[in-house]
């Protein structure tokens, strides 16, 4: 599965030129998207989760073409934003099982069994019930890659996700994102280096919303 971008273009209402004519290829396993702040990251993940419309351009994920299809698209989607935060007053598990309703996952038994696979994968089977609200950074960030995992989805979008973790919890939210990659496109978007370098097979540096280059971490962040 690849991820094909085409001259994206993106100028917002104050004139702001967020995506500049930007194309890149991504193949599966874990990408870095690195960059400073307003380097036009999060418009670029903002787009490939059909949160926000481009003025111009095109972004396949295999046949599917995103900009035009964005529902088809959704059907094979993990996101998870950058502040998975807010919740009502609810389980981790009840937390899911509303997650895998809304994802179209019908039959209770099955969302049940889904429902505990996932837990115990991101390692919150001990917490199932109690409320998300009361997690830490570290385990809200794990329930959140529970909750994008569901529907066995070909792109997960990751934004930020280790900002405010401290260093046990980003070992722990490593480890399972390195074991969630395979066969998926992952994208992590950050301006931490390290997170880059130890997680991702692939990268790109982003700045003015162009892609200043991309490669190997190694290649790419020996030569800044
Ligand atoms: P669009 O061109 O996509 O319609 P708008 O310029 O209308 O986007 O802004 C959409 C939303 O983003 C508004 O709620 C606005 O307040 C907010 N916004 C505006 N400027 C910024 C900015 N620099 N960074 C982040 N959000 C912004
Ligand atoms: P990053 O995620 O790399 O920090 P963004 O995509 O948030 O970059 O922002 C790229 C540029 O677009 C910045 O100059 C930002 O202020 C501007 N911007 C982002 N969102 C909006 C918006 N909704 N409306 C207007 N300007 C925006």
Known sequence: MNLILNNLNKTYANGVKALDNLSLEISSGMFGLLGPNGAGKSSLM??????QEV???????????????????????????????????????QL?????????????????????????????????????????????????????LIGNPKLIIVDEPTAGLDPGERNRFH??????????????????????RELCQNMAIMNHGQIICHGKPQQVIDEL
């Open 46 to 51: 903002r787009t490939l989760s059909t949160l």
């Open 55 to 93: 003025d111009s351009g095109s972004a396949f994920l295999g046949e599917i073409d995103i900009i035009k299809n964005p529902i088809a698209l959704r059907k094979v989607l993990g996101y998870l934003p950058q502040e998975f935060g807010v919740y009502p007053k609810i389980t981790a598990r």
């Open 96 to 148: 899911l099982d509303h997650i895998a309703i809304l994802k179209g996952v019908s039959a209770k038994k099955e969302r049940k069994e889904l429902v505990n696979y996932l837990l115990q994968k991101v390692n919150l089977y001990d917490k199932r019930n109690k409320e998300v609200k009361g997690f830490s950074g570290g385990m809200k960030q794990r329930i959140g890659i529970a909750q994008a």
């Open 175 to 196: 480890n399972l994102l390195a074991k969630v990659a395979n066969d998926v496109v992952v994208i992590l978007s950050t301006h931490i280096v390290e997170d880059v």
